[in-house]
């Protein structure tokens, strides 16, 4: 039940947050750089990175990847 509650406040306020992020930031003179708010820099993934976490999710999910073998 206490995690629920955690779950839900966090909601609440990220929710809460980005809210007063779109209301607040067009108001002010200078937009900041997406990169000023990220928490960590994106990444790209690549072909093969993406082909290989979507084999990982289809076996940890109990499926079986049909296709060319690697």
């Known amino acids: 039940m206490k995690a629920r ?5 966090r909601e609440h306020n990220d929710r809460a947050w980005l809210a007063w992020h779109t209301a607040a930031l067009p108001r002010s003179k200078k937009f ?5 708010l990220m928490i960590r820099e994106r990444h790209t993934q690549t072909a093969e990175q993406m082909l290989a976490v979507a084999k ?5 999910l109990g499926g079986e990847f049909k296709g060319k073998p690697n």
Do not use: Y
Request: glycine fraction near 0%; aromatic fraction near 6%.
């Open 32 to 36: 900041p750089a997406l990169k000023k």
């Open 56 to 60: 990982q999710w289809t076996a940890a």
């Open 5 to 9: 509650i955690a779950e839900l406040e």
